[in-house]
């Protein structure tokens, strides 16, 4: 018999079953904690500035974009927040935003999924500092050529599909695309022509 119980048998009036309640909501907001994980964390420690939402990662010494609430659909993503340094672009950051041109910074170094889905870009150019792009962070978009800098190692899959891709550059002799990553854009993938890249 639990403490909780033992007290009842003794005290058989309203406090037990207050105490009961009391116990019981405790454990309901312990289960709640654990099932919500980092997305609770993220809503708490979203700080909004300008155009953007941010929230500080890496033990909060750099920031990752996670929102866009501007009306501009020709953007210059910032290298500087409040003081930290933009190196990560979050999961649906930029989803479907009407986003014609976007400017990336060198700063950046992560680009999460599905951080611009559904927009209306056409061409991108990356950084040296993009080390991962996510699965489908830029599905269903107008992208025509794609340049990816000397420092990407990761393509994961579906990350470019269903554009209209006619050449992909990427730098690196060394990277991991994964399967996929540019399926949907030329009706003959051979058509589709990736220079540098030592495996697709």
């Known amino acids: 018999m639990n ?52 929230q500080l990662i890496i033990d909060g010494s750099e920031a990752e974009i996670i929102g866009y ?45 599905y951080a611009f889905t ?14 991962s792009i996510s699965h489908n962070a830029f599905t269903h978009n107008r992208l025509v050529d794609v340049i990816i800098g000397e420092g990407i190692e990761t393509i994961e899959g579906a990350a470019f599909a269903d554009n209209n891709l006619e050449s992909v550059t990427i730098y690196p002799k060394s990277i991991t695309i994964q399967k996929r990553a540019f399926i949907n854009n030329q009706s003959d993938a051979s058509d589709l022509t990736i220079y540098g890249a030592s495996r697709y």
């Not at 105490?19 to 609770?40: E, F, H, N, R, T």
């Not at 609430?69 to 479907?96: C, H, L, M, W």
């Not at 209306?120 to 080390?131: G, W």
């Open 3 to 54: 403490t909780v119980n033992r007290f009842c048998t003794v005290k058989k009036d309203v406090s037990c079953m207050i105490i009961k309640i009391a116990a019981s909501s405790v454990l309901i907001v312990a289960i709640c904690l654990m099932v919500l994980g980092s997305d609770y964390n993220m809503a708490v420690d979203a700080v909004s500035v300008g155009d953007y939402e941010y």
């Open 69 to 113: 609430k501007g009306t501009e659909t020709d953007i210059v993503i910032p290298r500087e927040i409040n003081g930290y340094q933009v190196t990560s672009i979050g999961a649906r950051a930029f989803y479907s935003k009407r986003l014609t041109s976007v400017s990336i910074p060198d700063s950046i170094k992560y680009i999460k999924e």
């Open 118 to 131: 559904y927009n209306k870009l056409t061409d991108v150019t990356f950084p040296d500092s993009v080390i």
